[in-house]
């Protein structure tokens, strides 16, 4: 059988590709496309994930024909009004964006009568970082994954608390100290809730979505190591 294999971040540069074709036996799992890949490729996959389309995998699992395997760097961990008009669905907003995040906007469209809090929460590029000037960073993303693990970190919210409108964006592309990566707003009822649901969303974005930056110092760049949840590490 023919699966497509996609490969990111790191992965991607390892082999000189981001998307290959993949001949395995019937029967075989992610495991064995793996270790195939890694014979071929000489690459190292260990550490971090696979998905098949576009859902989590473990390495067990059974690939059937046409399979998208995805194979995923240990996740990094992680607007505008034109932005924000084209966005919103209902009182959720989420997704992916070049343009500079702008959080007056989010908060903004977040307030209303019934909600007593708006939590706004900015991760920003940092330098130095661990004494080190840094230029730049790099974001890159499994796009059309990320978008859906955007829409079930808003649904856990959701289902934690009595929420009243969510905001989850993060940035790709380049990103200058001082610009923002990641952009959270929460709105509530009451202010516990939207500090405890917008300090939920940025520990899951760091556990679960694949998104990936590189960092750029004076005098070379690196891929940040990221995280690999317990049960789906390869």
């Known amino acids: 059988m023919r699966v ?3 490969l990111f971040a790191l992965f991607r540069e ?11 036996p019937a029967g075989s799992t992610v495991a064995d496309a793996k270790a195939l890949l890694e014979q071929q490729y ?3 996959l260990s550490g971090g994930l696979a998905a098949i389309n576009e859902r989590l995998a473990q390495p067990g699992d059974p690939l059937q024909e046409g399979d998208e395997l995805a194979f995923l760097p240990p996740i990094s961990g992680g607007s505008s009004a034109s ?3 084209s966005s919103v669905q209902g ?10 995040l702008a959080v007056q906007p989010w908060v903004d469209w977040a307030s209303d009568d019934p909600y007593g ?9 940092r330098s130095p970082n661990k004494g080190l000037a840094v230029t730049h960073l790099e974001y890159e ?3 059309a994954m990320a978008e859906r693990v955007m829409q079930q970190i808003i649904a856990e919210m959701r289902e934690r608390w009595v929420l009243g409108r969510v905001a989850l964006w993060h940035r790709l592309g380049r990103v200058i100290p001082g610009e923002g990566s990641i952009l959270i707003v929460v709105s509530a009822p009451h202010r516990p809730e939207a500090f405890e649901a917008c ?6 974005v760091k556990q679960i979505l694949p998104v990936w930056k590189k960092e750029f110092l004076p005098d070379g760049s690196h891929w940040v190591e990221g995280h690999a949840p317990e049960g789906h590490k390869l």
């Open 4 to 6: 497509q294999v996609l």
């Open 14 to 24: 390892q082999a000189g590709q981001a998307r290959l074709e993949l001949d395995l």
């Open 42 to 44: 000489s690459l190292q």
């Open 83 to 85: 932005l924000l008009a």
């Open 91 to 100: 009182n959720d907003s989420f997704g992916l964006t070049h343009e500079v």
């Open 117 to 125: 809090a708006v939590v706004s929460f900015l991760g920003t590029t």
């Open 141 to 143: 993303a499994y796009p």
């Open 199 to 204: 300090r939920y969303a940025i520990e899951r």
